[in-house]
């Protein structure tokens, strides 16, 4: 299984996790697109950044490593500029950029920043349309493209996309985005999955892939695991103390503040185990979250899960 470090912060940050990714062994480095980090008010004045702009600045400062969008939310803005900007990050950083889409989940984020946020079912089809129009802008920008939301007239548009570069579709769906992804995707992510969710999951995707024609074998498949861990229970909650150095909170207050908002902390051997089940139902990747706050964590993470 390969690993991947997911990172969102300064700039400076950003670089030193993407080359901590690469010396430890790690296929890609991926970044969160969003405009405001977190889930409660109380982050939301914390620094943010934008997403395309530091993966650009990536495919100049790193070689040899991905550089994953996961994933931008098709509401952000139109395909021409997903399209227009996927091609020109993957020309800068010589054919390394993941085109990540997804419908967005981030209410707030689009309230405080007045950005438009429809219903999941127009979100979906809004997703649906915009991959359409990557793939076709990808692949025979020639043909031109049309559907109910979007469009773009056929023409030579220069510079044409590498013919492999990959287009990520993310979601937690079990119908809608297994067939999205296998349709138009070089990779399917599946976030908040259970290891028994898998499996059906990725049938459906890789049999929408071939029902287009496309070779089911290449879509990736991918997953998202928040990581803060240590050896026993007492050294997870000391583990949080360096978290929450930069708030000024303590192991045991981070704690039950992150897992009133569900997240489950688990021990090495614990996460080593489940991401073999993960393994086992089809999971060929997966991208560690949170675990590059703190670098000597990040490493670790990379260490101890090699191999499984």
């Known amino acids: ?167 990520l579709v993310g979601g937690t769906g079990e119908k809608r985005t297994p067939r999205l992804a296998g349709t138009f995707g070089g990779e399917f992510s599946i976030a908040e999955t259970p290891p028994d969710g898998v499996a059906p999951r990725v049938t459906r995707a890789r049999e929408a892939a071939a029902a287009t024609g496309r070779d089911p074998d290449a879509l990736l498949v991918s997953m998202t695991a928040a990581v803060i861990s240590g050896g026993t229970d007492a050294e997870i909650t000391d583990n949080l103390g360096r978290f929450g150095e930069a708030t000024g909170q303590s192991g045991p207050e981070l704690r039950e503040q992150w897992e009133g908002r569900g997240l489950v902390f688990r021990t090495w051997e614990e996460h080593v185990d489940r991401f073999g089940l993960f393994k086992a139902a089809g999971i060929e990747r997966i991208y560690i979250q949170l675990a590059t706050r703190v670098a000597d964590h990040a490493a670790e993470c990379l260490e101890r899960f090699r191999g499984i």
Do not use: C
């Open 1 to 167: 299984m390969d690993l991947a470090l997911q990172v969102v912060g300064d700039y400076d940050h950003v670089l030193n996790a993407a080359r901590l990714a690469h010396s430890g062994g790690a296929v890609a480095v991926s970044l969160a697109d969003h405009y405001l980090y977190g889930a409660s008010r109380e982050r939301y004045t914390d620094p943010t950044y934008d997403s395309f702009v530091q993966a650009a600045a990536l495919g100049r400062d790193t070689t040899d490593i991905e550089i994953v969008m996961l994933v931008s939310p098709i509401t952000f803005r139109h395909p021409a500029f997903y399209a227009k900007g996927a091609i020109t990050i993957d020309e800068l950083s010589g054919g390394r950029f993941v085109i990540g889409i997804g419908t967005g989940w981030h209410h707030d984020e689009h309230e405080l920043f007045g950005i438009p946020y429809p219903d999941r079912g127009e979100r979906f089809g809004m997703l649906e349309d915009a991959l359409g129009y990557l793939r076709r802008f990808f692949d025979d920008p020639q043909q031109g493209f049309e559907s109910d939301r979007y469009r773009f007239e056929g023409l030579g548009y220069q510079p044409r996309a590498r013919s492999d570069l990959r287009i």
